[in-house]
């Protein structure tokens, strides 16, 4: 008996509260709670539509947020420094070819400037000898004072990574894996960032691409900060 009771008493609870629960009206119900719930409930969806719409605006560049203000504010530090001559490349016909492709063939490079080896050296990162060699074959030396400030934003110039080469979190092909040879990586990550994020220090969208949206306003901060101590 104490059993059928229990259950009897379980299902008029139930009953209970689904009743009272589907007999409240927020839409035109006049009670006190529903009046309550209903004004909420216009609120919250109130202040979503506006998040949605501020964040739209943003993205589509018509409004600009303090973070956005500060990394503009630096950009025009940035652009006043100093130009420096872009590396000389020249594309010629690979000897005793015989296809008519062409293989880009680069001059003597520019030495590094004294203000890289200074910041390398100060910085301490995980460069070596060869390494630097081989980024100086393929980067100009715009490229290269980007690359190396990208390395310090991505992994402190390779000290907070346990890669051999990929100190840029530059996945080629979208191979998370990817830590090729040191000349391989200077090919990739010199051609990349010249041809496709030659203004991601300056760019908030390009930025935001390259780092997947994590921590963006900061990571560009660091990467401006490192180009300024190359300059």
């Known amino acids: 008996m ?4 229990l259950k009897e008493k379980t299902s008029r609870l139930r009953n209970k ?20 719930a209903r004004r909420v409930l216009i609120l919250v969806l109130l202040i979503l539509a506006i998040y949605v719409l501020l964040d739209l605006l943003v993205d589509k560049g018509w409004i600009t947020t303090n973070e956005q203000r500060q990394v503009q504010a630096t950009t025009q530090t940035i652009t006043q420094a100093p130009v420096v001559p872009l590396e000389i490349r020249e594309v010629s016909p690979v000897a005793q070819q015989t296809t008519p492709q062409k293989q880009e063939v680069l001059k003597a490079p520019q030495p590094l400037t004294d203000n890289i080896e200074k910041y390398i050296a100060r910085y301490g990162g995980e460069y070596d000898t060869s390494y630097i060699k081989h980024l100086r ?3 100009d030396i715009p490229t290269l004072k980007l690359v190396v400030a990208i390395s310090v934003a991505e992994t402190g110039m390779g000290k907070t990574t346990d890669r051999n080469t990929n100190y840029f979190g530059y996945f080629y092909n ?3 894996s990817y830590d090729p040879s040191q000349e391989e990586m200077a090919k990739v990550i010199c051609r990349g960032i010249g041809k496709y994020y030659s203004d991601v220090a300056t760019n908030y969208e390009k930025a935001k691409r390259y780092t997947g949206n994590d921590h963006t306003t900061t990571w560009m901060g660091n990467v401006q900060k490192a180009l ?3 300059n």
């Open 174 to 176: 979208g191979n998370r």
């Open 228 to 230: 300024l101590e190359m």
């Open 137 to 139: 074959n393929y980067c």
């Open 2 to 5: 104490k059993v059928i009771n």
């Open 17 to 36: 509260v689904v009743g009272s629960v589907m007999g409240v009206d927020l839409f035109d119900g006049q009670k006190r709670g529903e009046v309550i």
